[in-house]
């Protein structure tokens, strides 16, 4: 068998980024999406980075204001998890009561327990293991 040299391929430079539209709209689908899952305010400002809770709350008045790389990607991440929630379960209030829930793949902790860890690979983790679930591997 003959080896053949692999040609590298450049990374993508043009590989699109979140507008700031995108942006706006994943802020208020993010907040529809906390709403659904009955986040505190608290709980909502971990998941979003360690938020201010004076930001948070113009958040809720509607004034959205810059949203920087790392807040966009963590929203992403949390629309990700959505998505997943939706394809596992045919009614979508199970998928928001399964947030809070008890689950013995995470040694009896929820989701959203998981999730207000804080960190960004957190949000990853969650959102692999809801697409493994569901097979979209």
């Known amino acids: ?5 692999v040609i590298a391929t450049p990374a993508a430079v043009d590989t699109p980024n979140i507008t700031e539209e995108e942006a706006a709209a994943l802020a208020r689908s993010t907040l529809n999406l906390f709403r659904a899952w009955n986040l505190s305010d608290s709980e909502a400002c971990v998941l979003l980075g360690g938020m201010s809770a004076r930001t948070w709350a113009r958040w ?14 963590r929203m992403a991440h949390l629309m990700g998890i959505h998505k997943g929630l939706r394809y596992l379960f ?5 998928g928001y009561e399964w947030i809070k829930k008890p689950n013995a793949s995470f ?4 989701a959203l327990d998981l999730m207000l860890r804080g960190e960004m ?3 990853s983790a969650m959102r692999e293991w809801i697409d493994s679930e569901r097979g979209a591997w």
């Open 1 to 5: 068998m003959l080896i053949q040299p």
């Open 60 to 73: 809720k008045d509607g004034a959205i204001g810059r949203i920087d790389r790392d807040l966009r990607m």
């Open 90 to 94: 045919r009614e979508p209030s199970r």
């Open 107 to 110: 040694g009896g902790k929820s």
């Open 121 to 123: 690979a957190d949000l």
